[in-house]
């Protein structure tokens, strides 16, 4: 594989013998995520809720190596827990660590940043483009985990649904050639 296909900073990071991290977050709540599914002709299925919309949030990261690292909590992710997630990664990942993550104000805030200031000598962090989500492989991690590892999901309270997403990255986790592909669909390769 050459160089030829990667952008300026996965070359920098390929130099400098980093390692590159997709980071990004998301929400979820108690409203079922509504997908096709097969029942005899007939008999529509049915899901029942509670209505409910206690938010739940995740941040999550993929690595090429494959591996992917989240955190699931209550709430939205504001930047003491963006701060946490990094200062996380820096304790599992050996070495220099490049963070790709996008614009989201929790990430570039000065809070952040001066939480992250004493990690600059292993720590990098790079934004991704506006508008251009596809390019984050960890934006395919969400994507499979709402439409295969929560479709259909109606749970009873924000602790069940916690552990149904905590259960989701397990799988996830579990199936390199899959976290692989996330990596494919975004146009990177390694």
């Not at 994507?143 to 916690?162: F, I, Q, S, V, Y």
């Amino acid at each position: 594989m050459g160089d030829a296909h990667l952008a300026p900073p996965q070359k920098k990071a390929r130099e400098l013998k980093a390692r590159l991290v997709f980071v990004d977050e998301s929400g979820f709540s108690l409203i079922p995520t509504l997908a096709k599914t097969w029942a005899r002709r007939g008999e529509t299925p049915v899901l029942r809720h509670r209505m409910n919309w206690p938010k739940i949030s995740a941040i999550s990261a993929v690595t090429h190596n494959p591996h992917v690292y989240s955190r699931v909590m209550r709430g939205t992710v504001r930047s003491e827990q963006a701060a946490q997630f990094d200062r996380h990664l820096l304790r599992c990942l050996p070495g220099r660590v490049w963070v790709c993550w996008d614009g989201l104000g929790a990430h570039w805030s000065r809070a952040t940043r001066n939480a992250l200031a004493p990690y600059a000598h292993r720590l990098r962090l790079v934004r991704l483009p506006a508008y251009a989500p596809e390019l984050n492989p960890d934006e395919w991690v969400w994507a499979h985990l709402k439409a295969h590892e929560l479709r259909g999901l109606c749970p009873d309270n924000g602790a069940e649904l916690m552990a149904a997403v905590r259960r989701g990255f397990r799988r996830i986790r579990g199936r390199p050639r899959l976290i692989r592909s996330f990596f494919h669909a975004s146009g990177l390769s390694f």
